[in-house]
């Protein structure tokens, strides 16, 4: 019975490769490549000579009773486009059939893309929560960032360079001025690591347009300070009333800034909607 190999591969720098994971790619029978072309890159720089077959989105199906077959026969590594694989990656039906049919499931450690820009975000580690890419559609990112709006962990997303001032912007309207990270390029010659409030990110990113991989590390709904009260809201809530904010906008905002939960806010706008306009009739 063959045992299958999860093998992290580096996310831009090939030196990020552990001498365990050259090891297991050269002595397993097969490797199992999201993207051939990329695996090769790597195998060609360390001289490995082990075969390779895809095992991708579109293919994973089918390839799933031939690599089945093959473990029988001895081992088989796993690996993704770069980093770690599962994560944001096809491989988790490989891994129910395999241990299913009572091989051994063995993870490789090595670079992971969300872990790396969530260490040097300069944000809490203690309690995270990885989302892999946030919805394409505006409608279906604000739907999504409604849900998650009251979460204390740090969120991490990954981003493509053409939607990110986009997704900046429906993080800010739905989520309010949070601290945030854009991990850019990770280990790659052009690393960046921007840190700052959203609105600056907005800014930066709309003055300097964005390339290459994109991981997001933002900051959660914040708990631990001592929430306004509801006199000191209700001052804030008529200052933002006379900005042209949509209710749903100033919820959100002060979600994060007050300690109130956006329910709760929302509930007093709706109020004092109410009242002021009882009062003008």
């Not at 989302?131 to 709006?149: C, N």
């Not at 960046?192 to 390339?211: D, K």
Request: with cysteine; net charge negative.
């Amino acid at each position: 019975m063959g045992t299958l190999y999860l093998v992290a591969t580096p996310i831009g720098n090939l030196e990020d490769i552990t001498l365990r994971a050259l090891r297991i790619l050269r002595q397993v029978r097969l490797i199992a490549a999201e993207d051939t072309r990329q695996a090769s890159k790597l195998l060609n720089r360390y001289d490995i000579q082990t075969p390779l077959t895809s095992y991708h989105e579109h293919s994973r199906r089918s390839k799933l009773p031939q690599l089945l077959t093959h473990l029988q026969e001895g081992d088989i590594a796993l690996v993704s486009d770069a980093g770690t694989p599962l994560l944001n990656d096809p491989g988790y039906e490989l891994v129910r059939a395999a241990l299913e049919a009572g091989h051994t499931v063995s993870p490789i450690p090595g670079a992971s893309a969300p872990i790396a820009a969530l260490v040097a975000s300069g944000l809490p580690t203690d309690a995270f929560l990885y989302l892999g890419y946030l919805p394409r559609k505006s409608t279906e990112r604000r739907k999504f960032l409604a849900e998650i709006v009251d979460l204390p962990y740090t969120l991490i997303f990954l981003e493509t360079p053409h939607r990110l001032l986009a997704a900046l912007r429906d993080l800010e309207d739905a989520l309010g001025d949070r601290q945030i990270a854009v991990g850019r390029e990770m280990t790659k010659v052009h690393e960046e690591i921007f840190r700052g409030p959203l609105r600056e990110a907005n800014a930066h990113y709309s003055a300097h347009p964005p390339r290459g991989e994109i991981t997001l590390v933002l900051a959660g709904c914040s708990t631990s300070k001592e929430p306004w009260s509801e006199e000191q809201l209700r001052g804030i809530l008529m200052e933002r009333r006379t900005q042209g904010l949509s209710p749903a906008q100033i919820a959100s905002q002060l979600a994060s800034e007050s300690g109130w939960p956006r329910r709760e806010i929302y509930r007093i706008l709706a109020d004092m909607e109410e009242t002021g306009h009882h009062g003008s009739g």
